[in-house]
């Protein structure tokens, strides 16, 4: 094989790939938001969940997308494990339709269809009819590389060596492996199918050979949803194991019928003058079939997902490292649901410390005592790492294309962590009171303890309306948080009052009374922070009916 075969075969490949990419991308960004909300919504059972699986995957011509998005979104708590079955089924499904598209043989208007869609890519203003010209762009892309690829294959029809090694895929064992490591290193099934189809368009592999090499690159395409998988959550772990095993019993059936039954035979009789259209066949058969067969089976294989892999606690660290190979996957449907939803998970984690640091330090006040100072400065740390983590991370979402929706979500996101942060640090100047308190024996009356335990109590109830609207508990908490706001602002004027009283009484000193007056103002901001919660809260469109959406397609 010349060099100038060898550099058609790699220019002819890099144009298949970059054209694929093309139809993904552009494809995604036209239809990525519907796309998301489909499949949040409609997986309310085992069909319509293949349909939309199929649907998606068909659309965005890339199954890899649709299995890194499942992952994310049953990571992310917005899809469970049984909904991720069905839609994983459909994917494969779905990945059929490239094949069946590049055996039609529209090779000779490839330069025709790219050029329309390079020219509405360049000329047209609107960013719709962009993405439009890139779709089509890339489609003729992607015929030109596969024609060219083909034509640097004919000479290889005539190499004893390259026609030996081929013949040996017929080997199941060998063919499948092939396959397997193939797609998993270019981490497209769709791109490697069409390879071979390419081969066999160049007359070099037939469906004998090819068929076992066919299997093992669903089995390949599997390794992109696995590296999705890394840090995330044991349920979307468990979703790239059923992705595996869906393949690898589909595998194993479709290999026994090869080798039992005359079922290439029958798959080549169908389309005897058209090699590429025999490996298209056999692909969406061969998904089909497996989807059809496994279909009862789903509950099964989320069981057998559970077994091999019990429950256990994600470390940050590891879901960092996830969210961080996420911002960098090429596949961006679902993206932002995905990353907004962990944040939103993350941050009532957040929010449950500041809490705990709220009523910890109250008492700490009243009781007088302050042994539990270290553990509210461990916490306040945690709040401080945690603010800037989440903000890194919502700065990194707000780079890629948004809808005004999502946008607006994050910047109310943005501001529930600052007042989180900010009542963090209130709870922490109540801690270092108490500390002061006493290291000077400091004393405060039985009246003043009073209001300590008031103050410590309306805090509590306003932080547990916040904590239940960020589990999606509960509906807006705003008119509750805002009265009890209100209240704060009441009692705190009130216990000034009280404590001007006393000091004219004579029982108070002067040291005791300006730390008094201090908490005092700790205690109203965090009043007016725990307002700013609620009411970013109100203002996101989906706090309200989370819990809602969740149950009704569960």
């Known amino acids: 094989m010349g060099v100038e075969l060898v550099l058609s075969l790699l220019g002819g490949l ?202 093992g690159q669903n089995i390949g395409t599997c390794i992109t949803a696995l590296l999705a998988s890394v840090g995330t959550s044991r349920n979307a772990k468990r979703t790239t194991l059923i992705h595996l095993m869906f393949n690898v019993i589909g595998t194993a059936l479709f290999v026994t019928l090869c080798i039992l039954t005359p079922f290439t035979d029958f798959v080549v009789s169908l389309t005897p003058d058209n090699p590429v259209a025999q490996i298209a066949n056999v692909h969406t058969i061969f998904n089909i079939s497996t989807t059809l067969i496994l279909l009862p089976f789903g509950a099964l294989l989320e069981k057998i997902a559970i077994a091999i892999l019990p429950d256990k606690a994600v470390p940050v660290k590891d879901a960092d490292q996830w969210f961080e ?75 890629l294309d948004q809808t005004p929706k999502d946008i607006d979500t994050l910047n109310r996101m943005y501001t529930i962590l600052g007042n989180i942060e900010r009542i963090g640090d209130h709870a922490m100047n109540l801690a270092e009171y108490a500390e002061t308190i006493e290291a000077k024996g400091l004393q405060f009356s039985n009246y003043a303890r009073k209001e300590f335990a008031v103050m410590e109590e309306t805090c509590r109830e306003g932080m547990e309306l916040l904590k239940a609207a960020a589990a999606g508990d509960a509906q807006s908490p705003l008119a509750e948080v805002a009265e009890i706001e209100q209240r704060i602002d009441d009692i705190t004027r009130k216990f000034r009052q009280n404590q001007i009283d006393r000091m004219r009484e004579g029982n108070c000193n002067v040291e005791s009374s300006i730390l008094y007056s201090e908490m005092l103002t700790d205690y109203e901001r965090i009043g007016d922070h725990m307002l700013n919660i609620a009411q970013a809260y109100d203002a996101i469109e989906w706090s309200g009916d989370r819990g809602q959406t969740a149950a009704a397609i569960a």
Do not use: C
């Open 14 to 215: 890099a144009l298949f790939m970059y054209g694929m990419q093309m139809m993904s991308t552009n494809l995604e960004a036209v239809a990525g938001n519907r796309m998301k909300q489909i499949l949040e919504r409609l997986t309310a059972n085992r069909f319509l969940g293949v349909l939309v699986g199929a649907g998606i995957t068909a659309l965005i011509q890339s199954s890899s997308a649709t299995t890194v998005m499942t992952v994310g979104f049953v990571n992310s708590g917005l899809m469970t494990l049984k909904q991720a079955v069905w839609i994983i089924m459909g994917a494969n499904v779905g990945t059929t339709i490239t094949g069946q598209l590049i055996a039609l043989d529209i090779g000779a208007l490839a330069p025709l269809i790219a050029f329309v869609g390079v020219m509405s890519l360049i000329f047209a203003k609107n960013k719709k009819v962009q993405h439009v010209g890139g779709i089509i762009a890339g489609i003729g892309v992607l015929f030109i590389g596969m024609g060219m690829m083909s034509d640097a294959m004919v000479p290889l029809r005539d190499s004893e060596t390259f026609i030996h090694m081929v013949t040996k895929f017929s080997n199941p064992l060998l063919g499948i492996l092939v396959g397997a490591v193939f797609t998993a290193i270019i981490q497209s099934s769709s791109a490697s199918v069409g390879i071979l189809q390419a081969l066999a368009m160049g007359g070099v592999i037939n469906l004998h050979s090819a068929v076992f090499v066919l299997f």
């Open 325 to 399: 190979g996420l911002m960098a996957s090429k596949h961006h449907l679902g993206i932002s649901t995905i990353a907004i939803n962990q944040i939103h998970d993350e941050i009532k984690g957040m929010l449950a410390t500041a809490a705990e640091n709220v009523s910890q330090s109250f008492k700490a006040v009243e009781e007088g005592a302050a042994e539990g100072i270290q553990a509210i400065a461990d916490r306040e740390e945690e709040i401080d790492l945690s603010n800037m983590r989440l903000s890194q991370k919502i700065s990194k979402i707000l780079v």
